[in-house]
């Protein structure tokens, strides 16, 4: 992953940046960075009880994620309900 920003590019066969013969620069404006998941819920639920889950989408980058979702599978007879919409 590049980071936005210009870089320098230098080629050549020296230790010194003002000796070599070929020399450039490009820059980055966009970059998709790092995107992940980070999700919170207890290890056991008792029968009966409520419980939460939390996830959270983390998107580092500079391009917005559109359809980006978020679905919990539970067992047959269980509720979910969403608060956010």
Known sequence: M???????VYVG????LSD??????????????????TVAAPATIDAGSRATVSA?????GD???QHARFALD???GWTVSSPVR
């Open 74 to 76: 539970v067992p047959t």
């Open 63 to 65: 391009f917005t994620l």
């Open 20 to 37: 070599l013969p070929l020399r450039a620069s490009f820059i980055v404006v966009r970059t998709i960075g790092a995107r992940y998941v």
């Open 2 to 8: 590049v980071p936005d920003g210009r870089f320098g």
């Open 13 to 16: 066969d020296s230790s010194g």
């Open 56 to 60: 959270t989408l983390v998107n580092d």
